[in-house]
């Protein structure tokens, strides 16, 4: 088993040593992407109105702010503390907190929404029981689950980013085994995207989301 210090610390290093270039590039969420939108926007409407959310491995904090607009309390982590110093400087407003998503400082049952958007990205496959597990805990019965990542099988490693040297492997994913895994740790499935990728905004490939739910308490 790949050791949890090891690939969280290369995320982190590779978060604060791209963090400027990554904000300018990623900062907004971008207009290519409206079906993105539509998604976090469907997330919050299941929420609701007022509901508590963690966004984890937020970065500089786009889809903390555009959730934020859309009603909710939501509230920002993330490992890379040159990404949080840029979520704060964006969004003055909002709460952004240093942890790792893997080991949430979080109480039982006490969120009605976690999102990971493009942040399992760097968790090797036999971690993700253990991540999902966490993200079941800290939920409310009822609560919702959704997750952003990218589509297909080949892992991408980089070695070099906005010109800096560097080391990060991106795992890409098929929605359907990452839906079992969420099944696994106790979820219910609620919708499954799939988006063509954006080549003028340099997706190489599909963009997969998934909302599950974590079932609420039923009356004995
Ligand atoms: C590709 S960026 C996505 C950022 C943001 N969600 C967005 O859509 O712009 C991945 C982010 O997840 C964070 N991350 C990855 N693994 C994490 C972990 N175990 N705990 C907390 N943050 C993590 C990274 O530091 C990075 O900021």
Redesign the pocket.
């Known amino acids: 088993m790949t050791d949890a210090a090891d690939f ?1 610390t290369e ?2 290093v ?2 604060d040593t791209v ?1 400027e270039e ?1 904000a300018d590039h ?2 907004d969420l971008r207009p290519g992407t409206p079906l993105d939108r539509g998604v976090l926007h469907g997330f919050a409407g299941l929420v609701g109105e007022g509901g508590e959310v963690a ?9 903390t702010a555009y959730l934020a607009s859309q009603g909710l309390s939501v509230f920002g ?4 503390e040159s ?1 949080l110093a840029i979520a704060r400087r964006e969004n003055p407003g909002l709460r952004f907190v240093r ?4 080991e949430l400082d979080v109480p039982d049952s006490s969120l009605d929404g976690v ?9 090797p496959e036999e971690h993700l029981p253990a ?1 999902f597990a966490g993200f079941h805990r800290v939920l409310r019965p009822g609560g919702h689950l959704l997750l ?1 990542f990218q589509f297909g099988d080949e892992p991408r490693r980089y070695e070099e980013a906005f010109g800096h040297t560097v080391s990060l492997t ?1 795992l890409r994913r098929r929605p359907e085994h990452v839906a079992a895994l969420l099944r696994e740790a106790g979820f219910t499935l609620r919708a499954q995207t799939l988006r063509e990728p954006d080549a003028a905004g340099g997706e190489p490939v599909a963009q997969a989301s998934i909302v599950a739910r974590k079932p609420p308490e039923t009356a004995v």
């Open positions: 969280v995320t982190r590779f978060y963090a990554y990623f900062g966004d984890l491995g937020c970065g500089p904090g786009r889809v982590l993330d490992l890379s990404m942890g790792s998503m893997l999102v990971s958007w493009y942040s399992i990205i760097h968790t991540l952003g991106f």
